[in-house]
Nanobody, 127 residues
Framework: QVQLVESGGGLVQAGGSLRLSCAAS????????MGWFRQSPGKEREFVAA????????YYADSVKGRFTISRDNAKNTVYLQMNSLKPEDTAVYYC????????????????????WGQGTQVTVSS
């Protein structure tokens, strides 16, 4: 029902910035919250950030709070993740995700409940 495509990943030096984009289609985008997750080799997928349907509420993992900003443009069916002050430990494949239902507790910092996922985009931060 939902198709998600991430873009914007790449290789940056520590302290640099990247802006990830996630284009959504297949259902009414504006009715759903959205999340960003990341996964590095040998580790489980971890929560990064989430945003409510209208952008009024945002949630961040402690590891990225103050450095990353999630936003959305419903007119463009796109959610963004602005990543500043990048650290080598931010290196991972980043995924955007949508919950199965429009009513979902975005405070739950877990992949559980997110039914739709993009293909991922690689972010590599060198020291």
């Amino acid at each position: 029902q939902v198709q998600l495509v991430e873009s914007g990943g790449g290789l940056v030096q520590a302290g640099g910035s990247l802006r990830l984009s996630c284009a959504a289609s297949g259902r009414t985008f504006s009715s759903y919250g959205m999340g960003w997750f990341r996964q590095s080799p040998g580790k489980e997928r971890e929560f990064v950030a989430a945003i409510s349907w209208n952008g009024g509420s945002t949630y961040y993992a402690d590891s990225v709070k103050g450095r990353f900003t999630i936003s959305r443009d419903n007119a463009k069916n796109t959610v963004y993740l602005q990543m500043n002050s990048l650290k080598p430990e931010d290196t991972a494949v980043y995924y955007c995700a949508a919950p199965a239902r429009s009513y979902y507790n975005l405070k739950l910092q877990t992949p559980t409940g997110y039914a739709y996922w993009g293909q991922g985009t690689q972010v590599t931060v060198s020291s």
